[in-house]
């Protein structure tokens, strides 16, 4: 069980900041994944009042605060005409309506799990951070920096006309994931992430056409195998990660050449 001495609602993100600075103080998002350890907190810092909730959009950029929670992306149009088979395709199997209802995508991308079904999706995109005092960071790169007290206040999308795929390999359809595949390509690049094998999801850049010969396409699956290390923890062996890893890349791949027509 978890412990709060004070709760504050945030009036100002230099405020929220001061405040975090503090070991014993946390940011709160959902909580969902807080209420699950037994951190002593001293200070709960809500941002909830600072506007934060909303997903905006125009010609160039999604910009989603860190207060939208998963369901807010997994219903958005805007979002999922841009890249479909990957937003929504990517949360719906997160345990359940009610928690993506409170899950936010401050907690979850701030967290870096390593078994991330959205990070994953978004490492796929050209897509960003934007942090309190870090300023504008890429995801690939903020998904390998250490966790530290800094405020993750947005998440920037940018458009562009990429295609894109997302799948996951679970033991039961609400669990966590035995690994995670997005693949997105745009132009002659094709993005490969792999996550849950089972650290942290890493992206392959293949150079290779986007109506790939049979060679290349059997190239990019085996560039971005070897390219991922995997790892046995109780949901699966390293073997079994490698042969669903080529099983998802695989699915990926010929959804998007295929033109969204997605075998599950
Ligand atoms: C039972 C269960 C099953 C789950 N299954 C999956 C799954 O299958 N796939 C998957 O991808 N995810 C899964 N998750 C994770 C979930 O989707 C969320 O990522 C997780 O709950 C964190 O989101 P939250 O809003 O609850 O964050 P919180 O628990 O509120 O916070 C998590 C951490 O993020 C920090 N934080 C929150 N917001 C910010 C911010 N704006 N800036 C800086 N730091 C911040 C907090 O201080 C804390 O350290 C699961 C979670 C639970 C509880």
Redesign the pocket.
């Known amino acids: 069980m978890f412990t709060i001495d004070k709760y504050i609602v945030a009036d100002n993100l230099q405020q929220a900041y001061e405040l975090n600075q503090n070991r014993r103080n946390?940011?709160?998002?959902?909580?969902?994944?807080?209420k699950?350890g037994r951190k002593k907190i001293g200070t709960a810092i809500d941002?909830s009042s600072l506007g934060l909730n909303n997903i905006e959009e125009d010609e160039d950029n999604f910009k989603i605060g860190?207060m939208c929670t998963?369901r807010d992306i997994e219903l958005h149009r805007g979002l999922n005409d841009c890249y479909p088979n990957l937003i929504s395709k990517s949360v719906e199997?997160?345990?359940g309506v009610q928690?993506r209802n409170m899950?936010?995508i401050?907690?979850?991308i701030?967290?870096r799990?390593g078994?991330?079904?959205?990070l994953t999706a978004f490492l796929s995109l050209d897509s960003y951070v934007e942090l309190y005092k870090g300023g504008i960071v890429s995801m690939e790169e903020y998904a390998q920096m250490p966790l530290d007290n800094d405020?993750?206040i947005r998440i920037v999308i940018k458009k562009d006309s990429r295609k894109t795929c997302y799948n996951s390999y679970r033991t039961s359809s609400s669990d966590?994931?035995v690994l995670t595949c997005s693949v997105s390509n745009i132009d002659n690049t094709w993005n490969v992430v792999l996550g849950a094998r089972p650290q942290k999801p890493v992206i392959t850049k293949i150079n290779a056409n986007s109506n790939p010969t049979d060679e290349e396409f059997n190239q990019i699956i085996s560039q971005a195998i070897n390219n991922s290390s995997f790892g046995t923890n109780y949901r699966g062996s390293k073997e079994y990660r490698e042969i669903l890893a080529h099983a998802l890349i695989k699915r990926n791949l010929e959804a998007i050449i295929s033109g969204g027509n997605y075998a599950n």
Request: proline share 3%; glycine share 12%.
């Open positions: 946390v940011i709160i998002g959902g909580m969902l994944w807080l699950m941002l860190c998963l199997h997160i345990v928690l899950a936010t401050g907690g979850s701030y967290s799990f078994f991330s079904d959205v405020i993750l966590l994931p």
